[in-house]
């Protein structure tokens, strides 16, 4: 018997170990093969678990898109929002309900085109939300359309003859809106990624993990990219892993080097507690919490 | 159950609209509001901002409407009551996550302190062209609730009862003031809490494994849940089924859109909250609402005084519009006065109900003011003829 | 109370213009027993130059909530003087801020009478309280609301720490407004100053 014969020996009762975190009655999924969005969800669970968190107070918000569908397969308090207003519904969720974390789950265009205004205030504002974009440098869920996100020269749906207009660095944007924790990733690295992922989970304020992922369906195929493989071997030949690089230096190209690793993990005081201290300043024992009256 | 004391102002006071509004959410128990500023309608939250930190509660300051009106969502689901104010523009914007809440049937209350319209309009000035709106303004096939008060003390206490509806039958419900209520000001009393009744949320007694999240009760309104309780639910504005999940056929599509209509429908008929007056023997009946309510009424003072035996029938909620009353109405009154503070909108309904049984006449006004009464007497006394 | 009264009460940002009337409105509707509608001018015309509110006091439920004909008007800027008085109504009773206002001709049939609101609130070592001044003026010489009630809406309008002071005002435009009563009543002219009650 080989070694390889002797590994694929599966006994009957086995479970994958993510199938707990899954809502396994929606399954199969309705992601491509090749898509790297089902990575991002392995590695997410592994970051669940390895952190510790208690499941029942891990709220997972998405909007709209392939990725927006994250939140429909997570076996947790799960909101499937409107296409780019992840991020507020999560504000409310995590003002109301300070004791759960609230992961915003998203795409590239869900998350900076229609959601881009929100996406800057909430890390301004330091609002404790953990913000996992996978971001596949496209629209995919309707057709492969041109995204703030997709690279000068690409083929898209609607730049037949590529795209001429500059893209946004996204790792760039966050650190200059505000944001405590910015590391970018790509579902090569899932190792890291979970590591990340998990980092973040143990964190306050915003965090921004961007994941860069394959859509062989609709961008890899209309750019001649080969399939998701190809893509794979392509982020591990491109990828250069950085801590600490100047997120301005991190900007994507069509084929060039990916910059990836941790860029920024800063320590700043999140919305709720320079709410509480500033209103305990001004207003001294008038003051009421609030977590003791949401409940209602 | 009582109003919550921390929230509730009981005394006397001189209020305008906005603010005796923001005191009704307050005593409604809302303890998170999520707003952008616009004219005339800031003033709520202005209040709110600086009564809610020691009452405990959030308020927050978005970015823009889109942002406020699914940050209050997401506060509802996180276990809070939430609302939102705005007029005009900011209203439009609106419409994405009303539809949203109707959708997932999350209890909430949007307060429109309705301006000049269209587009940037008249900031500072009174109208009442959002009704239809208010009614179809977000894509698809759906019902709302939508009350008009005619005074401070009504935005007080309209304030409260549209938590309660909310609440009951789990949609937005619309606070549709005008500019001329909101900033009118006038004695407000506000109540002993223990004389406030506000309707709980009805949270789900079952355990999670026999809980489906969109599974309607006999009153067609499923039980409420809250995040971090262990239910691990999922909601969606896509179509669903009662687990919640998307499904994409005719048959669900089909049971959950009649349902997001058919629960309103008691509203629509015995409930429907209205006032009136000299109904018995009318010949002419005016049908208003908000701040042309009490013009109207001027007008029915002077047209009694001419010998016209002229009703009031005062419309406090619009929506679900009060179809069988008119209808009835309709069936022994020659004709029905709409003078509305728009060039023809609840009068649409009004015609719609009376179904040709009694003529309508419209009495219009563009906004930026108030209709005077005279214009609305000349035409009870036409209606009369 | 009379069956209906409207008054309208205008000068420019800064004055107090609204507050002043939200105390007389206070006064009506929580202090005496009667109805009161306050409604402002908003807009960008509200922030900083000219300032007008209206308020309408009544026995009665109030319908109209806007002020058509004046019964009163208190003007406390030049501005304010040429634009609402012509809208006063035939035998009201105008008030001025006479350091302020230079009357050019006395519109026919109005009842004029003149406080140096802002002279007495500077005495009192506040300019600010010129508002308050000129609502004691307004209790004296429209004899509309009880005294007691107005006072009582004054302390009810301003800070705790605030209070003394607005009282003081009050009382001393209420003062100067009954001296000005009184001279009139010597010159045998008390038949027109109770002609407001039958406007």
């Not at chain 1, 789950?105 to 085109?113: E, I, N, P, V, W």
């Not at chain 2, 506060?75 to 419409?95: C, D, I, Q, R």
């Not at chain 2, 355990?207 to 995040?227: C, D, R, S, Y």
Request: with cysteine.
């Amino acid at each position: 018997m080989s070694e390889f014969e002797c590994v694929m020996e599966i006994p009957e009762d086995a479970r994958n170990p993510v199938e707990p975190f899954l809502r396994m009655d929606r399954m199969p999924h309705i992601w491509c093969p090749g898509c790297g969005i089902g990575t991002t969800v392995n590695c997410f669970v592994r970051a669940l678990l390895s952190s510790k968190s208690d499941l029942d107070h891990v709220a997972i918000v998405s909007g709209i898109g392939c990725t927006g569908r994250v939140a429909g397969y997570a076996n947790l308090d799960s909101f499937h929002t409107t296409h780019g207003r992840a991020i507020p519904f999560a504000t409310g969720l995590k003002l109301a309900n300070p004791k759960l974390q609230v992961v915003v789950y998203s795409g590239d265009g869900d998350l900076f085109a229609i959601g881009g205004n929100h996406f800057i205030h909430a890390a301004r504002r330091n609002m404790d939300l953990k913000v996992i974009c996978v971001n596949n440098l496209t629209y995919a869920m309707t057709g492969g359309q041109t995204a703030p996100t997709t690279p000068g020269q690409v083929i898209s749906a609607t730049a037949p003859y590529g795209v001429f207009e500059p893209a946004f660095n996204l790792v760039q944007l966050a650190e200059a809106a505000g944001a405590a924790y910015v590391a970018r990733w790509t579902t090569y690295h899932v190792t890291q990624l979970a590591r990340s992922m998990g980092e973040v989970l143990n964190k306050k304020g915003f965090c921004f993990i961007e994941v860069l992922s394959p859509c062989p369906t609709l961008y890899q195929r209309r750019n001649k990219m080969g399939d998701g493989l190809d893509t794979m071997k392509y982020y591990k030949e491109a990828s250069k892993i950085r801590h600490g690089a100047p997120t301005g230096e991190c900007a994507l190209t069509k084929s060039g080097e990916i910059v990836v690793g941790k860029f920024v993990d800063r320590d700043r005081p999140d919305y709720l507690e320079l709410m509480r201290t500033q209103l305990h300043e001004s207003l001294g024992e008038r003051y009421a919490e609030p977590e003791a009256v949401c409940g209602l | 159950m009582h109003a919550d004391p921390k929230g509730v102002l009981t005394g006397v006071h001189f209020l305008d609209g906005d603010h005796a509004c923001c005191e009704g959410t307050l005593a409604a128990g809302a303890r998170f509001s999520a707003g952008y500023p616009i004219t005339p309608s800031t003033e709520v939250v202005e209040r709110f901002a600086a009564r809610i930190p020691t009452v405990g509660g959030v308020f927050v300051q978005m970015e823009d409407e889109l942002a406020a009106s699914i940050a209050i969502q997401g506060a509802v689901w996180g276990g809070a009551k939430a609302f939102t104010v705005t007029s005009g523009p900011g209203f439009s914007l609106m419409m994405e996550h009303i539809g949203y809440a109707v959708m997932t049937e999350t209890p909430c209350v949007f307060v429109n302190v309705q301006r000049g319209g269209p587009s940037t309009g008249l900031p500072t000035l009174p109208a009442q062209a959002d009704m239809m709106q208010a009614r179809w303004g977000s894509h698809g096939d759906y019902g709302i609730i939508a009350l008009c008060p005619n005074s401070p003390q009504e935005c007080f206490d309209l304030t409260i009862t549209a938590f309660n509806l909310a609440e009951e039958f789990r949609v937005p419900v619309l606070m549709m003031l005008d500019e001329c209520v909101g900033h009118m000001t006038e004695k407000v009393i506000i109540p002993e809490p223990g004389q406030i009744e506000i309707t709980p949320r009805h949270l789900t007694q079952r355990p999670p494994e026999a809980f489906h999240v969109f599974e309607p009760g006999e009153n067609l309104v499923p039980e409420m849940v809250q995040a971090g309780d262990g239910y691990r639910f999922h909601i969606t504005g896509l179509t669903h089924d009662e687990r919640g999940y998307p499904s994409m056929n005719v048959e669900v599509q089909d049971r959950l859109v009649r349902r997001l209509q058919d629960k309103l429908k008691p509203l629509a008929n015995g409930r429907a909250l209205c006032e009136t007056e000299h109904l018995d023997d009318a010949d002419v009946v005016v049908v208003s609402y908000g701040i042309t309510s009490r013009v109207a009424q001027r007008a029915l003072q002077l047209a009694r005084q001419k010998g016209i035996r002229a009703g009031k029938f005062r419309i406090i909620q619009a929506w679900p519009f009060p179809e069988e009353r008119i209808r009835e109405l309709a069936g022994r009154v020659k004709a029905f006065v709409v003078p509305e503070l728009n060039l023809g909108q609840m009068v649409h309904e009004v015609e719609r109900a009376a179904a040709g049984q009694a003529k309508v006449i419209p009495v219009s006004h563009a906004g930026g003011g108030v209709h005077n009464p005279e214009a609305i007497l000349k035409a009870i006394v036409e209606a009369a003829k | 109370m009379r069956p209906l009264t409207e008054i309208r009460i205008a000068g420019f940002g800064g004055q107090g213009v609204i507050l002043a009337a939200a105390i007389v409105g206070k006064a009506a509707a929580l202090f005496q027993g009667g109805y009161a509608t306050m409604t402002q001018n908003f807009g960008p015309e509200a922030r900083g130059g000219s300032c007008s509110a209206q308020v309408i006091l009544s026995s009665e439920p109030i319908l109209y909530p806007y002020v058509t004909q004046p019964d009163v008007l208190v003007v406390m800027s030049q501005e304010a003087y040429t634009r609402f008085t012509p809208e006063l109504k035939h035998g009201g009773i105008l008030i001025l801020e006479q350091d302020l206002v230079r009357v050019d001709r006395f519109p026919d049939g109005a009842r004029v009478f003149g406080v140096p609101a802002t002279r007495l609130a500077e005495e009192l070592g506040r300019k600010v309280v010129l508002n308050v001044v000129m609502v004691g003026f307004f209790g004296a010489v429209t004899k509309l609301l009880d005294a007691e009630a107005l006072r009582r809406a004054v302390a009810d309008s301003v800070p705790p720490a605030l209070q003394k002071l607005n009282l003081e005002a009050f009382d001393q435009g209420y003062a100067y407004g009954a001296q000005a009563v009184g001279r009139l009543a010597e010159h045998g002219e008390v038949d027109s100053l109770d002609a407001l009650e039958f406007l």
